[in-house]
């Protein structure tokens, strides 16, 4: 990195500093973990006869349960009943403690497994451990430290079991359900277990997770159900060699499906890579927050998915400290629908209904307590993350926009370095997906389908867009890797930059949901970029007028120049509206403006030749900014032109004001001539 970008690096983090404080941002604390040495596999289904069983001892509810099953399977659950009637568990976490080696398969008959000795609150020692508190209050355990107070946190809690597959035995996940009453963080903790597979049961009810999986090299989740909770459905972390297949989760107050912190096994690699840490398929996450989730969310591999009908489909980011791997790196996504999501749990905060405690809020009903903050109306969510690939995806229904793109300064998850504050937003490649169109060819079109907040270098669109944030974007070549155009942008466009900070001012628990941001229902002169550039047209509109009216209001061309100047400022006030932002306002209102500075100049010079040549280049820089909005962005550049005109217009605001208020220059002559001619001393 050159000085220069060094430069711009600094004083991009001190920019962030002082226009916002960032609050704590803590969605997943965990214990320190370290990534899996990477020596494991993905387990395989073991389709043989358990080797323990679970069962409900209510003969009537157990055979109501199994009535409507095809004859086989139902013969099959009659005889396992009968074995484990006589020698079975009456509780999962029974069967797990039972385990006395790797490769144990337990079966586990339909009923509802409420875990009814795991539930009772901590005595003892249990109740006293020395652990820190996370911020959103529960302790931050070690391994030890769960291994001795299994269920201080876990409903049914699987430490350090090798190989162990944990099955329901019905026709589908609803048939065996594990429900922690919102009595627990988490329904199923499997922690540093490699080779867990966790197949057709539902888990719900959590004030964190249903489906936990920490630290663990292999791992399987088949045909799983979760719902209903205040975080995640499932959430594995610090984990390799996974898979998530043909599951389903919604009503999370985080995300659905979270891969957190997989294993970063690509990191300094490009687009090719030799393997994925988790591969997720044939999964549905709807009516949630975000379909899918994942701070560090490494070496992703998601296709032949659905995201709907959540605020967000699908996110991953840089922003939250404390996750192995970041800056987030190397998910894929293909062939996944990504549609119709555009719910706003928002109000459900605003009301109080948040508030309550967790089973009084009517989860069970269709309310989401939103834990962190989202554009509603997202497709897909990139919040500072670099090689990742979108391809093949069909992306549509959106009231905001398919993608959205944004940087994040590396000081957000603790990292002060000044070379790392542009360390994200890099390499992110969207081409040939189907946008705006269904899979079966039906339109359903996207507000829009691209938005960028401008930095990074590296990343490239496709050129089959029907609207995009700006106007103007790289396009992909052929090959990934291969770019038409090029951007290196250390620093967002201007206002953008201004719109996240203020939306990142959330906290649920404290019911703040900022003021000036429209994705908490901001409309028009609520918006902070109306109000930014209604503040600055108002600033520009009286100091040019003042300096027409002082100095130039005789010239012609300076008359028409500020007329047209002023309407520019008007449509770039118009331009920040929801309505007109993805239009050729913005840049026709740049031209506008531009004219005017260039023609003030002009006219300028003869008097003021360095102002005039001043206010000449501030109305060039402006032309460019139009070029590179609407036109092409102009390759290889640390800075747009909008961060050039902001920094030259300061310096001609205070420039101007003094101009301006200077008498004029025939007027401090005329006075001598005058008191000579009266016989005055001059």
Known sequence: MTWACRTVSVLAVLAAMLLTAVPGAWAHEEREVVFPDGSGSVPEYRASDPDLLVCKVDRAAFE?????????????????????????????????????????????????????????????????????????????????????????????????KRDLQIEGTGAGPLDVVVDAGYRKLNAIRADSSDGIYLRNLTAQRTTFNSVYILATDGFAIDQVLTRWNDEYGFLTFASDHGLYRDCESYGNGDSGIYPGSASDINDGRGYAVPRYAIEITGCRSHHNLLGYSGTAGDSVWAHDNEFDHNMAGASMDSVFPGHPGLPQNHARFERNLIHDNNEDYYPHVADGTCAKPPAERGYEQGVVCPQTSVPPGTGVLIAGGNWNLFE????????????????????????????????????????????????????????????????????????????????????????????????????GEPLKTAHLLVCSEYDVGARRLPSGCDWYGARG???????????????????????????????????????????????????????????????????????????????LRERSPVFGWTTAALGLLTLFDAFDQAVLMIPWTPLSPAWLRGLLGLVWVVWAVAAAARPPRENRNAAPRTRALAGEPS
Not at 90 to 108: F, K, L, N, S
Not at 414 to 428: C, L, Y
Not at 452 to 476: A, E, I, V, Y
């Open 64 to 160: 109501r349960r199994i009535a409507r099953f095809s004859e086989e399977l139902r013969r099959r659950n009659l005889r396992l009943y009968e074995q484990c009637t006589r020698k079975g568990f009456r509780h999962i976490q029974q069967a797990v403690d039972a385990v006395d080696g790797p490769g144990t398969t337990i079966a586990v008959l339909p009923g509802r497994y409420e875990e009814e000795p795991s539930q009772p609150e901590p005595t003892g020692a249990c109740s006293r451990l020395d652990a820190p508190r996370s911020a959103l209050g529960y302790q931050v355990l070690t391994f030890a430290q769960q291994r001795q107070c299994p269920h201080n946190q876990n409903l049914i809690a699987v430490l350090g």
């Open 392 to 491: 093949g995806n069909w992306v549509y229904g959106h009231e905001r926009t398919a993608f959205f793109l944004n940087a994040v300064p590396a000081y957000i998850r603790g990292e002060n370095a000044p070379s790392r504050q542009s360390d994200t937003s890099h390499h992110n490649r969207f081409h040939g997906n189907h946008l705006g169109t269904a899979k079966d060819g039906s339109p359903h079109p996207n507000a829009t389908d691209f938005w960028w907040d401008g930095q990074g270098r590296g990343n490239c669109w496709q050129d089959d867009t029907s609207g995009s944030n700006p106007r103007t974007l790289p396009r992909c070549g052929d090959r990934p890797g291969t770019l038409s155009g090029g951007s290196h942008r250390l620093l």
């Open 525 to 603: 002169i609520e918006r902070v970029e109306v109000q930014i550039a209604l503040g600055l047209a108002a600033v520009l509109a009286l100091v040019g007028g003042m300096l027409w009216w002082r100095r130039l209001r005789g010239h012609r061309w300076a008359t028409v120049a500020v007329v047209a100047g002023a309407a520019g400022l008007a449509l770039d006030v118009a331009g920040e509206t929801t309505s007109l932002s993805t239009t050729l306002a913005p840049p026709l209102a740049l031209v506008l403006i531009g004219g005017w500075w260039i023609v003030t100049g002009h006219a």
